[in-house]
């Protein structure tokens, strides 16, 4: 899943230069202080957030607010899966709280036991909905689709995602590229400065990558 992405990154480091599971507490110029009070300095510093993060980090910088669209992702544990198909389903009718469901473990078997399948529930916004209630009315939704069998479905956990993409209006690409390099070593990357799609997050880390070598690449060359 998307977890190969940052594995492979950190696979060509040094173990003892990650640090993880720690927060940012403020930023100023090229020094940056952890909620721990430890503090760090370095010649390039990126900032890979989400855009409210990051807004809150370079507040002169960047603009306050942008609108999300906000997702809640429901995974459930079921006797089989309900279609085989390695396939993402669409709610093509518009109704009902559900935007899309698939079975994990059709597309990876390691994602559930060989007796079990892992279902996938992904519901557009509901983040403030009472767990319960947005259960009850997802295996609604879903009986219809696939029968009583949802029935047997177990609830594993919900997650609610409050940022999960920027919403990109008429004039919101205007334009397509946001910079990603704010000046004094920072830069930026991730969906809100690019299309707001995975694709456009990479895309955006690459510019950064390159931004930071070719600023590397003319120290070098002053040095020499």
Same mark, same amino acid.
């Given at each position: 899943?998307? =977890?190969?992405?940052? #594995? +492979?990154?950190?696979?060509?480091? @040094? ?12 930023? /100023? ?14 010649? +390039? ?5 989400? +855009? ?6 370079? %507040? ?14 429901? *995974? ?15 709610? #093509?009718? =518009?109704?009902? %709280? ?11 078997? =390691?994602?559930?036991?060989? !007796? ?11 983040? /403030? ?39 990109? #209006? %008429?004039?919101?690409? !205007? @334009? %397509? ?9 920072? *830069?930026?990357?991730? !969906? ?22 070719? +600023?590397?690449? #003319? ?6």
């Amino acid at each position: 899943g998307m =977890g190969e992405i940052p #594995g +492979q990154l950190a696979a060509g480091l @040094p173990g003892e230069k990650l640090r993880t599971n720690v927060r940012v507490a403020a930023l /100023e110029g090229r020094k940056v202080t952890l909620e721990s009070g430890e503090q760090f300095e370095a010649r +390039q510093i990126v900032i890979a957030t989400e +855009q409210p993060a990051a807004a809150a980090l370079v %507040p002169d910088l960047l603009e306050p607010t942008m609108r999300f669209q906000s997702t809640t992702c429901l *995974y459930f544990t079921a006797p089989h899966a309900a279609d085989p198909a390695p396939i993402l389903i669409l709610n #093509g009718s =518009g109704e009902g %709280p559900v935007n899309n469901v698939c079975f994990m473990d059709r597309i990876a078997g =390691g994602y559930a036991p060989e !007796d079990r399948s892992l279902a996938s529930v992904a519901v557009l916004g509901r983040t /403030e909905t009472d767990e319960e209630v947005l259960i009850e009315e997802v295996r609604r939704q879903l009986r219809v689709w696939f029968g009583d069998e949802v029935d047997a479905w177990a609830h594993l956990r919900s997650y609610r995602i409050p940022h999960a993409l920027p919403r990109q #209006g %008429p004039g919101a690409l !205007d @334009p %397509p590229r946001r910079p990603v390099e704010l000046g004094d070593g920072i *830069y930026l990357c991730g !969906d809100h400065r690019d299309n707001a799609s995975i694709n456009g997050a990479m895309e955006s880390g690459r510019r950064a990558a390159e931004a930071i070598v070719q +600023q590397l690449a #003319g120290h070098a060359g002053h040095a020499g």
